[in-house]
């Protein structure tokens, strides 16, 4: 079983900068590839960044690319999502999700523990 906790959002301005953490419970934790997955009100849940086990690939939504960055450390169980150069259009309910399989995916399907979300506002 995995136990996920997302943290750091909260209200900024366009343009600024956030940085996500989800704290992992479970020894297997550093075997599992690791997504973010967000959700904004009336709209589906989407694909935002994934990492695999290693830290060696990643892979970002068009959408975030150049401005968000998936990383995560083995010693504090830990993945991270540095947000920057927000935009009005990032507000959403973000995600972290574990994947029992190493390699990494943009798919929701394919992961199996969930974390409750936290919410991150940018005003214009």
């Known amino acids: 079983q995995v136990q996920l906790v997302e943290s750091g959002g909260g209200l900024v301005q366009t343009g600024d900068s956030l940085r996500l953490s989800c704290a992992a419970s479970?020894?297997?934790?550093?075997?599992?590839?690791m997504g973010w997955f967000r959700q904004a009100p009336g709209k589906e849940r989407g694909f935002v960044a994934t990492i695999s086990w290693n830290g060696d690939t990643t892979y970002y939504a068009d959408s975030v690319k150049g401005r968000f960055t998936i990383s995560r450390d083995h010693a504090k169980n830990t993945i991270y999502l540095q947000m920057d150069s927000l935009k009005p259009e990032d507000t959403a309910a973000y995600y972290c999700?574990?994947?029992?399989?190493?390699?990494?995916?943009?798919?929701?399907?394919?992961?199996?523990?969930w974390g409750q979300g936290t919410q991150v506002t940018v005003s214009s």
């Open positions: 479970g020894r297997t934790f550093n075997n599992y590839a």
């Open positions: 999700a574990a994947r029992t399989w190493p390699g990494t995916s943009d798919r929701d399907r394919d992961y199996n523990y």
